[in-house]
């Protein structure tokens, strides 16, 4: 969420590593690039379409499997970057993670903060599905197949727009498709912030220092400026811009996965969702729940070709 780089890598990094992971599983058709990398062949893209009038950021990358002619259950990928940065940009290795799986892929970018503040990106990223659903058959995808997968900030909007479906508050009807419905069916979420007044707190009992020095609760903090103010002095604001807030027993089953040493976004963020999820279904697989004791704000557990063949079952089980 805070940074773009994970244990030293950047997140496009650990993404080309999962793709790699999973096109080597997969045996896909490769060609030797350049440098000599094996990278599988990338066909059937749609880039930059516009799916959103009102500021050019509200453009999505679309990929399809390479054979077949669908339609294709569709995975929507959301950047993370402390919702002030980040790019949609994907490389070849990371699209084949789930096209070589049958899934069409899309990666879209919203407003930053910087340009403008929340609901902006929870609107975006709705805007986007519409936009999908709306066009399902030209772009061959399955309108009632879809999740969100995100990290991070990323990770937050997924969850966010996870539960709360077409609640109308974070719809803006000038962003267009408003007749489609926003609803999702399923998300994966990687160390996710779903409470925001509760992060400090939760550093501080995870034994992390204040982060920044100043701490999540400050206007100068990736919270503070998705908010537009110190996230304690707009409580109300920052209540519904959390996940945990909007829980109810009809909410899509959900993928959580997070390091157990994330000193940016405390484990107990994603520990307070899984809990919520739990309280309202005895049926725990809606929940699914993931600690790598050993990892930070991301690290290698998460690319680990089991974990990737984990994540797969899991948005197979629920869009198939």
Same mark, same amino acid.
């Given at each position: 969420?805070?940074?773009? +780089?994970?244990?030293?890598?950047?997140?496009?990094?650990?993404?080309?590593?999962?793709?790699?992971?999973?096109?080597?599983?997969?045996?896909?058709?490769?060609?030797?690039?350049?440098?000599?990398?094996?990278?599988?062949?990338?066909?059937?893209?749609?880039?930059?379409?516009?799916?959103?009038?009102?500021?050019?950021?509200?453009?999505?990358?679309?990929?399809?499997?390479?054979?077949?002619?669908?339609?294709?259950?569709?995975?929507?990928? /959301?950047?993370?970057?402390?919702?002030?940065?980040?790019?949609?940009?994907?490389?070849?290795?990371?699209?084949?993670?789930?096209?070589?799986?049958?899934?069409?892929?899309?990666?879209?970018?919203? +407003?930053?903060?910087?340009?403008?503040?929340?609901?902006?990106?929870?609107?975006?990223?709705?805007?986007? /599905?519409?936009?999908?659903?709306?066009?399902?058959?030209?772009?061959?995808?399955?309108?009632?197949?879809?999740?969100?997968?995100?990290?991070?900030?990323?990770?937050?909007?997924?969850?966010?727009?996870?539960?709360?479906?077409?609640?109308?508050?974070?719809?803006?009807?000038?962003?267009?498709?408003?007749?489609?419905?926003?609803?999702?069916?399923?998300?994966?979420?990687?160390?996710?912030?779903?409470? /925001?007044?509760?992060?400090?707190?939760?550093?501080?009992?995870?034994?992390?220092?204040?982060?920044?020095?100043?701490?999540?609760?400050?206007?100068?903090?990736?919270?503070?400026?998705?908010?537009?103010?110190?996230?304690?002095?707009?409580?109300?604001?920052?209540?519904?811009?959390?996940?945990?807030?909007?829980?109810?027993?009809?909410?899509?089953?959900?993928?959580?996965?997070?390091?157990?040493?994330?000193?940016?976004?405390?484990?107990?963020?994603?520990?307070?969702?899984?809990?919520?999820?739990?309280?309202?279904?005895?049926?725990?697989?809606?929940?699914?729940?993931?600690?790598?004791?050993?990892?930070?704000?991301?690290?290698?557990?998460?690319?680990?070709?089991?974990?990737?063949?984990?994540?797969?079952?899991?948005?197979?089980?629920?869009? +198939?």
């Amino acid at each position: 969420m805070l940074e773009s +780089r994970i244990v030293g890598r950047s997140w496009r990094a650990v993404l080309t590593i999962l793709g790699s992971v999973l096109a080597l599983a997969c045996g896909a058709a490769a060609t030797e690039s350049p440098g000599g990398l094996t990278s599988p062949v990338l066909v059937r893209q749609q880039l930059d379409v516009v799916y959103a009038a009102l500021d050019p950021a509200q453009k999505l990358d679309l990929y399809l499997p390479s054979t077949g002619a669908g339609p294709f259950p569709l995975v929507i990928w /959301i950047h993370g970057g402390g919702w002030f940065q980040g790019d949609k940009v994907l490389d070849t290795l990371s699209v084949q993670l789930l096209t070589t799986r049958g899934f069409a892929l899309a990666s879209l970018n919203y +407003r930053l903060s910087g340009v403008a503040r929340y609901p902006a990106a929870v609107q975006d990223v709705k805007a986007a /599905i519409r936009h999908l659903r709306a066009n399902a058959a030209r772009y061959a995808l399955l309108p009632d197949r879809v999740a969100l997968w995100g990290s991070s900030a990323g990770a937050h909007l997924a969850a966010l727009v996870g539960v709360t479906g077409d609640i109308a508050m974070f719809d803006d009807p000038a962003l267009g498709n408003s007749a489609q419905s926003a609803r999702v069916q399923a998300v994966v979420s990687w160390f996710a912030p779903t409470e /925001i007044l509760t992060m400090d707190t939760d550093n501080a009992a995870q034994g992390c220092p204040l982060f920044g020095g100043t701490g999540h609760d400050s206007p100068t903090s990736p919270e503070g400026l998705f908010l537009g103010a110190r996230p304690s002095s707009v409580p109300i604001v920052a209540r519904d811009a959390s996940p945990v807030t909007w829980l109810t027993v009809d909410d899509p089953p959900f993928l959580l996965q997070h390091g157990g040493r994330d000193c940016m976004v405390p484990t107990r963020q994603s520990v307070r969702l899984r809990d919520g999820l739990r309280a309202l279904t005895s049926d725990t697989t809606r929940s699914s729940w993931t600690l790598f004791p050993q990892d930070g704000h991301g690290g290698p557990s998460f690319t680990t070709p089991a974990n990737v063949e984990l994540v797969i079952a899991f948005l197979a089980r629920y869009l +198939r």
